[in-house]
């Protein structure tokens, strides 16, 4: 779907290197330049004070180039790099061996440290910070890693030195303005002095000397569909983005310079009216009030904008992103590690379904191999104190899923390879089977659970089970009656796979996520791609008007494929209709209009989640052997029969 973006709202998607009034082609980009500002009616604009260049830029302004194409240099023993530089900024793309070292140097520039890949320890004023990256690495029965990028910004002034760890170090290192003695070790022409100062037009909206990791820092979106982690320092301002496939930003400009640098996926670069094709790796120089756009590739793409100065249009925008976020996460929350089922008994492998009842936590604990096969005699369903003591209230005689309390105190199980629903004591025991066939046919899995006000409860089944061969044609979704009465509500295979499942408030509404879809190695394909839809409740139980309601934002690696599989599973809802859904990228949160809020990020996928304490504000996530818990400003809503 192609996104149209005002040229008002977008100063500026892409990074591209600054230009020099120097360059050979000035003259002529200029003028050409001048032309297509009028003949769009943009508007130009100058920053005032800003500092005289005197450093020429080893940039062309408008032409693409790969990293590739900088000769490396060596910058101390074991140490490599990559460097890049326009007016205001320079970027040095830096190899350090095993154990390489960067001598302790007092810092004439404000600077950006980005651990792209490895670890090391940063000096800093004295200070030893250890700092690391990891990839992300995608999800099986047993594990699944989210990736960390560590990166700290410093002062003019701070000290700093960089020892590698035992594998060795890729990093980012980013400046404003120019560091001379790097310009000095390549073959560009040396100069003799450069930026005298800094000019800083904007306070930094992070700490210095403070490691981050960058999956933290809140999104924000700056158009349908683009979302970026912007940090800025003083005079320069990063935006980590990422686009959706086949969008365009319009010809526009804006007063920064801008480098852009494409991390992952493919774009077109509209510049000067000339469309120029960017893969990974590649970047450009924009210079201020250079006129540009961007149309973006099937798989997406991911880039890395450089901007000097910093942009106040950015920082208002992530300001308001992140006053929105913390309507629902309070700014002091901090992620806590309940439990570690691996280092504690009983031992968990993969945690599903939580749901607060009583005051205690109850969660499915599913045995998984690596290759996904089940195994009920070493699964069992656990109950959690508030304080992250638990037992297992049942062990080898399900593999259970969704749990949700149900009457008497007891609790609604979707006992998946068992082909049932039954109703369970918190004991243990099973009092009654309350579905497990439809049309004279077993049922396949039920996965999540729900009641409403009526004694009635819909499931969804995504048939993931063992067997080869299913029961029922289809994935599908079921209503059953307080009478018993059993209905299929979606259509066979109408969702690739229908996952997490809730009901509004109100009980007007209900939402079904779609977890995978548009993978070549999965066995079916839907119209309902990555996102959570919404229904009517009709009186009956019966559902009706479907509707996308939000669009779950996906993984690179997912893009990268062509995917459009988000890893939806279990979701929360609080009393004013926001859900909360766990998803391979993070907890995705939405408003109750659909719109994206923000997300909470975690070292492991989330499998799952609900509220729970006695004040109902807490959110505890489930991921494969931990349970997770964060604060928030809202009460969630359980219908309590």
């Known amino acids: 779907m192609i996104q149209r973006i005002c040229i008002q709202l977008y100063v500026g998607i892409f990074l591209v290197f600054l230009l020099s009034s120097c360059s050979p082609s000035g003259n002529e980009w200029e003028k050409k330049n001048r032309e297509l500002i009028k003949k769009y009616g943009l508007s130009e604009r100058t920053i005032e004070g800003l500092p005289a260049e005197t450093v020429k830029p080893n940039l062309e302004p408008g032409q693409i180039k790969n990293l590739s194409s900088f000769e490396p240099v060596a910058l101390h023993p074991g140490v490599m790099a990559r460097i890049l530089w326009a007016k205001g900024a320079m970027m040095a793309i830096l190899e350090l061996r095993p154990d390489a070292s960067i001598p302790e140097e007092v810092l004439g520039e404000e600077c950006f440290l980005f651990v792209v890949d490895g670890s090391l320890v940063s000096e800093v004023n004295g200070t030893a910070l250890s700092m690391s990256s990891r990839k992300r690495e995608p999800q099986d029965g047993i594990h699944s890693i989210t990736p960390k990028m560590d990166f700290i910004y410093l002062k003019k002034g701070s000290r700093m030195g960089i020892q590698a760890g035992a594998q060795g170090a890729k990093i980012y290192q980013i400046f404003s303005p120019q560091k001379l003695d790097y310009i000095r070790k390549t073959n560009f022409d040396n100069p003799s002095s450069g930026l005298k100062e800094t000019w800083p037009l904007h306070a930094p909206n992070i700490e210095p000397n403070k490691v981050y990791d960058l999956y933290d820092i809140p999104l924000s979106e700056l158009a349908p569909g683009a979302f970026t982690r912007i940090i800025s320092g003083s005079n320069l301002l990063l935006s980590f983005i990422a686009m959706p496939p086949n969008s365009s930003f319009d010809l526009h400009i804006h007063p920064e310079e801008q480098i852009l640098l ?330 109750n209009k659909g719109k994206f809020v923000g997300m909470i990020n975690l070292p492991s996928f989330p499998v799952s989640l609900c509220f729970g304490d006695q004040d109902m504000k807490s959110l505890y996530i489930v991921s494969y052997s931990k349970v997770f818990k964060i604060r928030t400003n809202k009460e969630g809503y359980v219908n309590y029969l």
């Open 262 to 591: 494409t991390l992952r996926g493919s774009l077109e670069a509209i510049l000067l009216e000339d469309s120029k094709p960017m893969k990974s790796n590649d970047l450009v120089l924009i210079p201020g009030n250079f006129v540009h756009g961007v149309k973006i590739g099937e798989l997406g793409a991911d880039a890395l904008d450089i901007f000097w100065p910093s942009r106040s249009d950015y920082l208002d925008k992530s300001a308001q992103s992140l006053s929105r976020f913390h309507e629902f996460i309070p700014q002091d929350a901090k992620l806590e590690l309940l439990i570690d089922g691996k280092k504690t008994q009983p031992e968990l492998f993969f945690s599903e379904g939580p749901k607060w009842m009583n005051g205690k936590l109850y969660f499915s604990n599913m045995y998984f191999d690596q290759d996904w096969n089940g195994d009920p005699q070493r699964s069992s369903i656990v109950e959690m104190l508030p304080d992250g003591s638990y037992r297992n209230i049942t062990q080898g005689k399900m593999q259970a899923n969704g749990l949700y309390p149900y009457k008497n105190n007891n609790l609604i199980v979707c006992d998946m390879m068992g082909h049932r629903v039954v109703e369970m004591t918190t004991s243990g025991q099973v009092l009654r089977v309350l579905a497990d066939q439809y049309e004279g046919k077993p049922i396949d899995g039920p996965n999540d659970i729900i009641t409403d006000t009526k004694g009635g409860f819909y499931f969804t089944d995504p048939q993931f089970t063992m067997e080869a061969e299913k029961f029922q044609p289809g994935r599908a979704v079921y209503y059953v009656s307080a009478q018993g009465k059993i209905t299929r509500i979606t259509e066979p295979n109408e969702f690739a796979m229908p996952n997490g499942i809730l009901l509004s408030p109100d009980g007007k509404t209900l939402y079904i996520n779609n977890c995978f879809d548009k993978e070549t190695w999965y066995p079916v394909q839907s119209n309902k791609e990555n996102y959570i839809w919404a229904y009517d409740v009709n009186e009956d139980g019966t559902i009706s008007n479907g509707r996308q309601f939000a669009q779950v934002l996906l993984t690179e690696d997912v893009l990268e494929r062509g995917g459009r599989s988000s890893g939806a599973d279990g979701m929360a809802i609080d009393k004013e209709g926001n859900i909360y859904v766990a998803t391979y990228y993070g907890v995705q949160i939405f408003d």
